[in-house]
């Protein structure tokens, strides 16, 4: 229902008369050499699932925008590289979920009929949402858990997202207390003043972090 209500919205809303299929592009700005900004295209409508545990909110935002494509199978291959997978994003901190997300969403694209025709590897990363990119040195597998928080830090950093879904883990006592979210969450506790409301809860600071 979320992911069809997203859809609907963004026909009706945002008239995007493609919905989460829409291919439209826009000029934004990152950094480059030496930090200095330079224009970069990108996916207009970029899709982020920032606790995608074993990938079902992207799953059916594939599988949504695959019925836009039926009796079309014959330019189904080309889109998947051109358009979705520069669109689908997703962070998971758990090993296992995240290496089931992979299973999982490279599966389904097969199951559709996708035939890959260049080495493009899904935009999902091993991280933490609610933490800013720190980079990790010394093993070979710390390197690797650099690299994967490099690669989502620029998603984080440079990726103009547009839809936030899923569904966010619950905390009361969250462990995420790091400076940067926190920092976020204050604005919250301005808005209600004297009202006791726990912030401490992990699904707030996503709720947060979807605003960001």
Not at 65 to 81: A, H, L, P, T
Not at 89 to 110: D, P, R, T, V, W
Request: charged fraction near 25%; proline fraction near 4%; charge should be neutral.
């Amino acid at each position: 229902f979320i992911v069809r209500a997203v859809d609907e919205i963004l026909k009706t809303e945002f008239e995007l008369s493609q919905g989460l299929a829409d291919t439209s592009k826009i000029k934004i700005k990152v950094p480059g050499q030496e930090r200095k900004p330079v224009e970069k295209e990108v996916h207009k409508v970029q899709i982020l699932d920032p606790a995608a545990g074993t990938g079902t909110f992207l799953a059916e935002v594939i599988k949504q925008i695959n019925k836009k494509f039926e009796g079309q199978q014959g330019i189904w291959s080309q889109y998947v590289e051109d358009h979705l997978i520069p669109r689908i994003n997703g962070f998971e901190i758990l090993m296992a979920s995240y290496a089931m997300a992979h299973l999982k969403l490279e599966m389904l694209l097969l199951s559709t009929g996708y035939k890959p025709q260049r080495d493009q590897r899904l935009r999902l990363y091993l991280t933490n949402s609610l933490e800013e990119y720190h980079p990790d040195t010394g093993t070979l597998f710390a390197s690797w858990l650099s690299l994967e928080a490099n690669e989502a830090s620029h998603v984080k950093r440079d990726t103009p997202v547009m839809i936030v879904l899923g569904n966010p883990p619950y905390s009361v006592s969250s462990s995420n207390k790091g400076e940067w979210i926190q920092t976020l969450i204050k604005d919250y506790k301005k808005d209600l003043k004297e009202k006791k409301i726990n912030l401490d809860d992990d699904y707030i600071k996503f709720l947060r972090y979807g605003q960001f």
